[in-house]
């Protein structure tokens, strides 16, 4: 035993000596669950007789009087009086552990050091007997389980330890501690997971991903924390059902055969049975305990099992989210819920605005016929759900381009209605930005179309948009002889400049899923296979974010800081276009800016093919980036990590030249209007292929890779493509001064949503970046999956359009359905909301260190 926090050390009553072991009168007895339980109620009915489970009351702590057995868990007013135990019982024999030791006298000094207000006294004991004393251990804030493990309590101990939880304690459970009780179904609980037969052998130095930043355990340490110790691998992954607030990353050690993957839990916490339970894998090494980093991970997680400080274990655990399918299918042969889905934004009071980009309900027939005037014609629909009274109402539709129809691929068209944008000031003025493809504007010979982004007023009198107020602040011509590649998002940062995301206007094919670099074949002189006719071309709007100020007069100006002045000229008067800000991206559907700071996050589909080659380069990888300036993201010449793709020949394209240079591109396209030289490409944070997420191969000396097949290494783990399209999400940014009831918890602020279209083994996950390393294609330090929380399936959300926050810190997301270019009955906004409630322990239950 032994006694910190004064200087003279004091002994428990009954307890012996640290160096003398405990007895057990049960020795290895197995015990079932109902047993325990029994145990359990014995016990607990007479800790209750004895006011145990008045809880943390604000009473006094009993003293050594024995008529005195109410086991309180609270520190008195202005008291010093925070104690923990630190129980190292074995059911093993012999000599106690180097660990042990280490461990207690780290623990010890941790107590004695900090603000006075949160330091607290340590007693160590091997003798179980404290279990079933419930005054002396009604004494302690917290208990921690330092043991070798094994069977270490008899039913009655462990009883007495589940009637302390019960009553509001606290445990924190180290290394080892997950293989003690192994018979018992509550003490697993109490852990969250239990080791698997083997593991990792002896110390491996490894990274640890630290995903939450407010625990008191975790928010002081690196992001990525680089450390040796004996890892743990489990027999099932915890995630989900406790708060994990670590992760060791695999790929930094040598898992062993019973890996648990890309999501391995290393440190977790949760509310439990009434109490506070605590849990780290680490420490399995006696230098962990001279760590200051992992002392100060031990030390936050005493702070807030002893009750010293709040913190939040419940923000990731599944069964705190509900999600609620909010408009009902359309009635027959009207959209009068929900159009074909493409995009939301969320109103000040909550409104939800989503338009449909033109698809007409499955019943209603499609022109693909070009000397018919109607060819493609669709309606953009713009709907609104108003949460106060839980109805949808129809504010307008646009007659656009954009109900399938196309040159020669007959039965699709991306363009129609593609984006939505709400004034900063909407409130006040009521102007909403619609980016669309007018029908009345189509070349049905040329096979041309005028893309547009227009400002309208919405007159709250009427619910309906005003489409005579109509201001076109930006259009450009597109191709509408193939399809794709229409982009559409929009967003605003601080200074109240306008993004519009627009495809590259570019085919699928003639590329054999590659590059889409085919200089041939085109329509009328147009190239519809050429993306450096687009992305490639600094003279050209689409394949781009371009990033304008409105102004109120309906015109816009151009910001500082794009990638072009729009006064650039060189190599016989190559021009430029002042509104890109991000040029090569080949179609970011959906792009976000994070109003805290500033930084732009885009998402983008990559081409077809399904395997990497050695002749022309990486298979599709759709791609997500963190931008922070003006740049090149490298389509159609470089992708992912600024893999390169190889240059066609002429007049055959089919026969391979030689690989593009990523810092130094050229577009050498003979349907090139734009300058030759163009700006270096920068990495991007996120790419995944079919085979896995963000593939890598070893490079030559110029820096080309092998883009061998059983060469590649997969730097992001975590996740997959297949028929995969990147949907980017937003960065969740928690409102403390929010009364909302239902919003996300503190733990997502920051953390980037990145998903896909699909919900097989596609992303649906929440992303850490590193803001040093973010904007030269860092990657992310750290994800975690979201599908439990923003269910898959055929009843779920299973093909993700659209998701954003709106003010009462909800997730709203748009469900596609389950056809194509047209809405059917699993069309659908979605509300994700957050049940879990606060920051434990409540205010009012927070204990009192030294004053």
């Given amino acids: 035993m032994r006694f910190t926090s004064h200087q003279e050390p004091m002994r428990l009553k009954g307890l012996s000596a640290r160096s003398t072991r405990g007895t057990r009168s049960t020795g290895s007895v197995r015990r079932t669950g109902a047993g325990r339980r029994a145990w359990a109620a014995t016990v607990t009915a007479s800790v209750v007789a004895a006011g145990l489970l008045s809880g943390p009351a604000a009473s006094a702590r009993p003293d050594d009087d024995p008529a005195l057995t109410t086991m309180s868990i609270k520190s008195p007013p202005g008291g010093a009086d925070v104690r923990v135990l630190l129980f190292h019982g074995s059911a093993a024999g012999g000599d106690e552990s180097p660990v042990v030791n280490a461990g207690i006298e780290a623990i010890e000094r941790i107590g004695l050091s900090g603000p006075a207000n949160q330091r607290f006294e340590v007693t160590a004991t091997d003798d179980a007997s404290v279990f079933t ?47 003690a009780e192994p018979y018992s179904d509550w003490f697993t609980g109490l852990i969250g997971a239990r080791p698997a037969a083997s593991g990792p052998a002896g110390v491996q130095r490894a990274t640890v991903e630290v995903g939450d930043r407010r625990h008191p355990a975790t928010k002081s340490l690196p992001q990525e924390w680089k450390r040796p110790d004996k890892w743990l691998n489990w027999t099932k992954n915890p995630s989900g059902e406790v708060h994990t607030v670590a992760r060791v990353r695999e790929s930094t050690y040598q898992p062993g055969a019973s890996a648990n993957g890309a999501d391995h839990p290393v440190s977790w916490c949760r509310d439990y049975d009434g109490g506070r339970s605590f849990y780290t894998g680490m420490g399995g090494t006696v230098s962990s305990y001279d760590e200051t980093e992992f002392r100060d991970h031990l030390r936050g997680a005493l702070l807030w099992t002893t009750r010293l400080v709040q913190a939040d274990c419940k923000a990731t655990i599944n069964k705190n989210y509900a999600a609620e399918r909010l408009t009902r299918p359309n009635q027959p042969g009207q959209n009068d819920q929900i159009g074909e889905p493409h995009g939301l934004v969320t109103a000040p009071d909550g409104r939800v605005f989503y338009i449909g980009r033109g698809g007409a309900d499955s019943s209603q027939p499609v022109i693909t016929d070009w000397n018919d005037p109607d060819i493609g014609k669709g309606r953009g629909e713009i709907h609104v759900y108003d949460p106060e009274t839980g109805k949808v109402t129809l504010a307008g539709a646009l007659t656009v381009f954009g109900n399938k129809g196309g040159g ?311 996740l997959k493509g297949g028929g995969q399209a990147a949907m980017n999400g937003p960065v969740y940014r928690f409102d403390g001064a929010s009364d909302s009831d239902t919003k996300w918890p503190a733990y997502w602020d920051g953390k980037w949503f990145v998903g896909d279209f699909y919900d097989a083994d ?16 860092g990657l992310p330090v750290h994800s975690e999956s979201l599908k439990k929380i923003v269910p898959v399936g055929n009843d779920g959300i299973k093909n993700l359009m659209d998701w954003k926050f709106g003010p009462d810190g909800a997730l709203y997301v748009l469900d596609y359905g389950r056809g194509f270019f047209t809405s059917d009955a699993k069309s659908a906004l979605w509300r994700v909301t957050y049940t879990g409630g606060g920051p434990t322990p409540a205010v009012g239950r927070l204990a009192r260190g030294t004053e």
């Avoid at 004393?133 to 330092?146: K, Q, S």
């Avoid at 010979?445 to 919405?458: G, H, Y």
């Avoid at 596609?762 to 294609?777: F, I, S």
């Fill in 133 to 179: 004393n419930d005054r002396r251990l009604g004494r302690f804030n917290a208990i921690v389980f330092l043991t070798g493990g094994g069977d270490v309590l008899d039913p009655a101990q462990e009883a007495g330890l589940e009637a302390y939880m019960e009553a509001g304690g606290g445990f924190v459970g180290i290394h080892d501690a997950a293989r």
């Fill in 408 to 718: 020669d691929e007959l039965v699709k068209v991306e363009e129609g209605l593609l984006g939505i944008e709400l004034d900063p000031e909407f409130e006040r003025n009521g102007w909403v930005y619609l980016h669309y493809t007018p029908h009345s504007e189509i070349d049905r010979v040329k096979r041309m179309a005028d893309r547009r982004v227009s400002r309208f007023t919405f007159d709250e009198s009427t619910g309906r948009l005003d489409l005579r107020s109509e201001k076109v602040l930006l259009d450009w011509p597109v191709q509408i002889h193939s399809c794709c590649h229409a982009g559409g998002g929009l967003a605003w940062d601080s200074e109240d400049n306008l993004y519009i995301a627009t495809g590259d206007n570019n085919s699928s094919g003639f590329s054999s899923g590659y590059s889409g670099n085919n200089p041939e074949p085109n329509f009328k002189g147009v190239s519809f296979a050429d993306a450096r006719r687009t992305s490639g071309n600094t003279n050209n709007l689409n394949g781009k974010i371009l990033r304008i100020h409105p102004e109120p007069d309906g015109t816009y100006t151009l910001p500082e800081g794009n990638l072009f002045t729009g006064e650039e000229t060189a190599e016989g008067g190559g021009k430029t276009r002042g509104e890109i800000y991000v040029m090569g991206v080949r179609n970011p559907a959906r792009i976000f800016v994070d109003p805290v700071t500033d930084v732009l996050y885009a998402g983008w589909v990559g081409p077809d093919a399904g395997q990497p080659s050695t002749t022309w380069g990486p298979a599709k990888y759709d791609t997500f980036a963190a931008i922070t300036e003006a740049s090149n993201r490298g389509w159609p010449y470089c992708m992912g990590n600024k893999q390169p793709y190889r240059d066609r020949n002429l007049p055959d394209p089919s026969q391979p030249l030689g690989w593009y240079d990523c810092d130094r591109p050229k577009n050498e396209s003979p349907n090139n209007d734009g300058l030759v030289n163009l700006p270096p490409v920068t990495g991007n944070n996120i790419w995944y292929s079919p085979q896995g997420g963000g593939p890598d191969f070893p490079r030559d000396t110029n820096g080309v890779p092998s883009y061998k097949q059983d060469e590649a290494t997969y730097r992001l783990p975590w």
């Fill in 762 to 777: 596609q992303p649906r996950n929440a992303v850490l970046m590193n803001p040093k390393t973010q904007g030269d294609g």
